[in-house]
Nanobody, 118 residues
Framework: QVELVESGGGLVQAGDSLRLSCYFSGRTFSMYVMGWFRQAPGKERELVAAITSGGSTYDADSVKGRFTQSRDNAKNTVYLQMNSLKPEDTAVYYC????????????WGQGTQVTVSS
């Protein structure tokens, strides 16, 4: 069973930076696409970024140029470096895993709160 554990959220001011981490365990990490989602109060969950084991990435338009994702296959960990944070980035951020043989994210972390004050 896949387990995902996120860390790194917190309360920051607009313009600050945070780095989220997500540790993957339970299965072969390289067989999974890893995604970062966020959900703000009253809004739908949205995909922020995704990365394959080969390093191909997707970034939502709302975070391009500010957020950078990376993946350390030796440590079974993905990272989301968030720079120039804005109040509208405030949300619970979730790490998720999608097996290469499937078309949806089947495993989710517990979420970590990111709050950006103006």
């Amino acid at each position: 069973q896949v387990e995902l554990v996120e860390s790194g959220g917190g309360l920051v001011q607009a313009g600050d930076s945070l780095r989220l981490s997500c540790y993957f365990s339970g299965r072969t990490f390289s067989m999974y696409v890893m995604g970062w989602f966020r959900q703000a109060p009253g809004k739908e969950r949205e995909l922020v970024a995704a990365i394959t084991s080969g390093g191909s990435t997707y970034d939502a338009d709302s975070v391009k140029g500010r957020f950078t994702q990376s993946r350390d296959n030796a440590k079974n960990t993905v990272y989301l470096q968030m720079n120039s944070l804005k109040p509208e980035d405030t949300a619970v951020y979730y790490c998720a895993a999608q097996h290469l043989s499937t078309s949806s994210y089947g495993y989710w972390g517990q979420g970590t709160q990111v709050t950006v004050s103006s």
